[in-house]
């Protein structure tokens, strides 16, 4: 299933990239990848989802990827939840979301606080409104401490990530890898984001927001599944059931051998849980459209 790269403009005219697969014969997938990321991590859950008669929208946040990074470096979860606002109003029908960590969040916003029912449901992965601070922390280092020098080749990075997450085989073909780095004018590889979003994340968090989000999310009226990886250094079984037990439609998978990446630990039992969750919903049959690219 071939995707094509198209753009949206957000209201602020920033520029957002995604790849875009499938005929919306069972409806629009939206997928949001976690802080750091890109579209690419997404990769095999939107060409089988595209495959199955969705269509799939896989958006770079901004700030990462390809898409435009803030003038202002403005990385509030508001900015990003308004991001997703502007894309599923330019697309037909009301698109599910499926959203990781960062993207879980600001699907949460969006749904509890700024716009409900902009989403048909929300799928979020290894995400809670109050993540483990001591987990959060432990990413933030691990974003932060490259930022400024990045590695001199991709196999230094590759070593990285394989220190950071050693339960994961380290690959064999870096070419994956490869999407999620830029090459500088220096020869030096760095992470395929705005620096300053680290920052941004920082002065966030000692915020009431999650708190705030927390008790708005109980007022949620769409399907909301939340996939957990069992190994999640953020999201304890504990908080999670406590969370989906909050819901008015909830509904919970807790996926073995998986870290706070689900979908990169273990591919086959994440899509197996999306796939079922969404076939669960009522499907909308909507024409194909979409990008203003």
């Not at 209201?11 to 995604?18: F, H, K, P, S």
């Not at 993207?103 to 995400?127: H, K």
């Not at 991709?154 to 085989?169: F, G, N, Q, V």
Request: with cysteine.
């Amino acid at each position: 299933m071939e995707s094509k790269v198209s753009t949206f403009v957000t209201r602020g005219g920033l520029i957002l990239t995604a790849d875009v697969a499938g005929a919306a014969d069972r409806g629009v997938v939206m997928l949001a990848h976690g802080g750091g990321q890109t579209r690419h991590s997404w990769a095999s859950t939107a060409v089988e989802l595209a495959r199955r008669g969705w269509k799939t929208v896989s958006l770079d946040l901004r700030g990462h990827g390809d898409s435009g990074w803030d003038p202002a470096g403005d990385y509030h979860t508001e900015r990003y939840a308004e991001d997703l606002i502007d894309v599923a109003e330019s697309l037909p029908g009301r698109p599910a979301l499926i959203g990781a960590s960062l993207g879980g969040i600001a699907g949460m916003t969006v749904e509890a606080q700024l716009a409900p029912g902009t989403f048909s449901s929300l799928t979020l992965v290894d995400i809670i409104p109050r993540s483990d601070p001591s987990g959060v922390e432990k990413i933030m280092a691990f974003m932060g401490a490259h930022l400024e020098h990045g590695f001199h080749s991709l196999e230094a990075a590759a070593d990285s990530i394989a220190a950071y997450l050693p339960h994961r085989p380290r690959p064999k073909d870096l070419s994956g890898l490869r999407k999620n780095l830029r090459e500088g004018q220096d020869g030096r590889f760095r992470w395929h984001w705005d620096p300053r979003f680290v920052s941004g994340v920082r002065r966030e968090r000692p915020s009431d927001h999650g708190r705030d989000l927390e008790a708005c999310c109980r007022d949620i009226d769409i399907p909301v599944h939340l996939i957990r990886g069992r190994m999640s250094e953020l999201v304890s079984l504990e908080a999670a059931e406590a969370f989906v037990a909050t819901l008015r439609h909830g509904a919970f998978t807790d996926v073995a051998d998986a870290g706070h990446m689900v979908a990169g630990d273990r591919n086959d039992i994440f899509l197996e849980a999306v796939v079922g969750f969404l076939e669960r919903q009522p499907t909308n049959l909507i024409p194909s459209s979409g990008a203003s690219s």
